[in-house]
């Protein structure tokens, strides 16, 4: 765990990172399991997993990087939206996507936020 954010001894934002040179599917999926399993016990509604790209095409690889984390739910959840993606051109590459995934034990958030080194 790389930063969490409690509120009367229970966690209401859990973040995870990793760096990546390409959509490395077993260490993305390792740091989502951290995320979702090893990190939180509480059931954290705000969960955040940044991602550092190191690499040239940063455009193609947050597109296989949204399909990746896609399915990657798709095993785990009945439900999966994604409910927003910004784009900032500043002086860094980056983009956020807010998924909303839920199954019968309810619905969490998940912020996919990933930048170009």
Known sequence: MDLSIWK????????????LTCVDKIK????????FNSYDSFGC???FLLVYFIGGDFIRF?????????EFFADEYEEIHMIDNVIN???LNSRVGLF??????????????????
């Open 100 to 117: 909303e995934i839920g199954n019968s034990g309810g619905k969490r958030k998940f912020y996919l936020v990933s930048g170009k080194l």
């Open 8 to 19: 009367e001894g229970i966690p209401v934002t859990i973040c995870e990172a990793v760096k």
């Open 28 to 35: 993305l999926y390792s740091h989502i399991n951290k995320l």
């Open 89 to 91: 051109y500043g002086l």
């Open 45 to 47: 509604n705000n969960l």
């Open 62 to 70: 947050w597109n296989a990087l949204l399909k990746c984390i896609q």
